[in-house]
């Protein structure tokens, strides 16, 4: 008969550690913090604006339940303060400010708050969750809105038959603008679809978002990777039924950037890293290049004009209100508040108010001036700076340097090329979900520079090496 003696050559058999209900609990409030901003249209769209407003303050107060207690639970040193994101924060700090000279202060005030619980949001899920978990956490996100968007477009066409409106409100008699659905039904008749999220275009970027997601996930190796190759899928479809002209040309810049920081990684040397950069360099300003001398015919191929949609009327007419304030500019307004009597009707797409510039960098320029601008763009390189190093070089801690990369540590990098391609003809990287990674990816990866490595991470190596053990 087997005996534990009083020499025992190995610890006694134990049951795997296991997370508490707690942790599962903060990590499935995390994803309902993600899905209502991700697919916050679709809240306004099911509850108004009323009880939008209502989910977004019990949803913020969680958080701040959640996180504030977490920091309180740290010894004062421990919580890394000084990798707060400061630059996004700082633009946050200005957008404040700027009710005092603010055109618009009651849309400065309401957008601001808006802003200030997404920002409260993204550092508690940064703070409470580990790399692995903010991944995972994002792909049941983008799942959620994937599966339900084909559920609501599948219930339209099959079953109402008819297009809906925001809040299932009543069709009015007559002839009703197309932009005013919420969902058209075309998902059998070959128009674009706008999934539960509304937007055709904001329904391809969540299935780009998507695709990226699970293809660092397939390349981790992750469990059930036939169930993720189906929602990829899935994403495919939906992506192309949403036919956003800004996605499709966005998967090519994602590609070239993906490339060039896999080749990145297989430089042994800083000089064969220094020779990749600057081929990669030349092949970007030729294909800037390319692009701009062939604007018209690769949009043609797209189906859009020269205007870019109407973009270019949008353009001049934010750049004609914007140039009277060039210095700290008309007042933060992410978005426009469509009724103020500033925006309503100031500027109209298909006989609806337009409520943002279309371009991010020229929305800044209209809300807080050269100086927004600049201290967004600190905000954004710092982020891509960091994203490329976090993606391309190995993780190290000591003398050891051939540890393998993380796969996960290339979506940073991924989601923000998406996000500043995105910016060139929209502003959703300045509030709601752009605004929300932003935050989420600055401090994570300022704070946990390792994935999987670390305190943040949960495990015993801290930036020197693993802890040394009591001596009982």
């Known amino acids: 008969m087997a005996v534990y003696t009083k020499h025992p050559v190995a610890a006694p058999p134990a049951a795997p550690a296991r997370e508490t209900t707690g942790h599962l609990m903060v990590r499935a409030y995390a994803v309902l913090c993600l899905f209502s901003v991700f697919a916050h ?16 303050v019990v949803l913020t107060l969680g958080a701040l339940g959640i996180w504030v207690p977490a920091i309180a639970r740290q010894r004062p040193t421990r919580f890394p303060w000084r990798r707060l994101p400061w630059a996004a924060l700082g633009y946050g700090a200005l957008a404040l400010v700027s009710v005092l000279w603010s055109r618009w202060p009651g849309a400065t005030l309401l957008t601001w708050s808006l802003m200030a619980a997404i920002t409260a949001t993204a550092l508690m899920v940064a703070t409470m969750l580990t790399w692995q978990e903010i991944v995972r956490a994002l792909s049941t996100t983008l799942k959620l809105i994937l599966g339900l968007s084909v559920v609501i477009e599948l219930w339209v066409a099959l079953v109402v038959r008819h297009p809906i409106l925001p809040n299932f409100a009543q069709l009015p008699p007559g002839k009703i603008n197309p932009v005013s659905y919420w969902v058209r039904g075309n998902l059998f008749n070959g128009g674009r679809i706008q999934g539960i999220v509304g937007n055709a275009h904001e329904l391809a970027m969540m299935c780009l978002f998507a ?17 993720l190759i189906g929602w990829a899928v899935l994403a495919v479809v939906l992506l192309v ?13 994602i590609l070239a950037v993906a490339a060039a920081a896999l080749v990145a990684r297989a430089a042994r040397t800083p000089a064969a890293r220094r020779g990749v950069y600057l081929a ?23 189906g859009k004009g020269s205007d870019l949609t109407g973009r270019v009327e949008i353009w001049q007419s934010v750049w004609e209100r914007a140039i009277t304030r060039p210095v700290f500019g008309n007042g933060f307004s992410s978005p426009w508040v469509p009724w103020d009597p500033a925006f309503d009707r100031w500027i109209l797409n298909h006989g609806i108010t337009v409520f943002h510039a279309h371009d991010m960098w020229l929305d800044v320029f209209l809300q807080l001036g050269i100086v927004g601008v600049a201290v967004m763009l600190v905000a954004w390189l710092a982020l891509l700076w960091r994203s490329w190093f976090f993606a391309v070089d190995r993780p190290r801690w000591d003398l050891d340097a051939q540890r393998p990369y993380s796969a996960l540590s290339m979506l940073p990098l991924l989601l923000t090329t998406a996000l500043l391609f995105e910016g ?6 300045i509030m709601l979900w752009g605004w929300m990674l932003l935050i989420l990816l600055s401090f994570k990866m300022k704070s946990v520079p390792l994935i999987g490595i670390g305190v943040g991470e949960r495990t015993p190596v801290i930036s020197h090496g693993p802890q040394a053990r009591q001596v009982p």
């Not at 060139?424 to 990287?429: F, G, N, Q």
Request: glycine share 10%.
């Open 241 to 253: 039924k949403g036919a956003s002209t800004t996605v499709y040309l966005g998967i090519v810049v």
């Open 211 to 227: 695709l990226l997601v699970f293809a660092v996930l397939y390349a981790a190796r992750v469990r059930r990777r036939g169930l």
């Open 280 to 302: 990669f360099a030349a092949v970007a300003v030729i294909g800037v290049a390319a692009a701009v001398l062939l604007r018209d015919r690769v949009l043609g191929l797209f």
């Open 41 to 56: 249209t679709a809240v306004y769209n099911l509850v108004g604006p009323v009880g939008s407003v209502v989910v977004l």
């Open 424 to 429: 060139i003809a929209e502003s959703a990287p």
